[in-house]
């Protein structure tokens, strides 16, 4: 089992960045694939952008140009950079992590064993 945390979520006004942020145990974090999920009211949860051990990404149509992924491996930590939000971009934020080396698969739920509590983004116009 891995324990991870998100923070870095608030409020911002439409236009504004966040820069999220994801702590996880895992003892050997390098070699974890690691994404950011999001779920709002009324919708499915959806991949937001994923990032493996060799540092490849993917990320959702909606947010690519927009949002950035990385990772800190020497402090276990996991980041999303959040450019010109917009109210549709309000949610819950996860972060998830899974013990296989994903590529085309990094945005699929079904690939991540372990998932964080969230951290609540609210764009307002």
């Known amino acids: 089992h891995i324990s991870l945390e998100e923070s870095g979520g608030g409020s911002v006004q439409s236009g504004g960045s966040l820069r999220l942020s994801c702590y996880s145990s895992?003892?050997?974090?390098?070699?974890?694939?690691m994404a950011w999920f999001r779920r709002s009211p009324g919708k499915e949860r959806e991949g937001v952008a994923g990032?493996?051990?060799?540092?490849?990404?993917k990320y959702g149509d909606f947010a690519k140009g927009r949002f950035t992924i990385s990772r800190d491996n020497d402090r276990n930590r996991l980041y999303l950079e959040m450019n010109n939000l917009t109210p549709e971009d309000t949610a819950a934020y996860y972060c998830?992590?899974?013990?296989?080396?994903?590529?085309?698969?990094?945005?699929?739920?079904?690939?991540?064993?372990?998932w964080g509590q969230g951290t609540q983004v609210t764009v307002s116009s």
């Open positions: 895992a003892k050997r974090f390098g070699g974890e694939s």
């Open positions: 990032i493996n051990s060799k540092y490849l990404t």
């Open positions: 998830a992590s899974a013990r296989l080396i994903l590529d085309s698969g990094l945005l699929e739920e079904e690939w991540y064993s372990d």
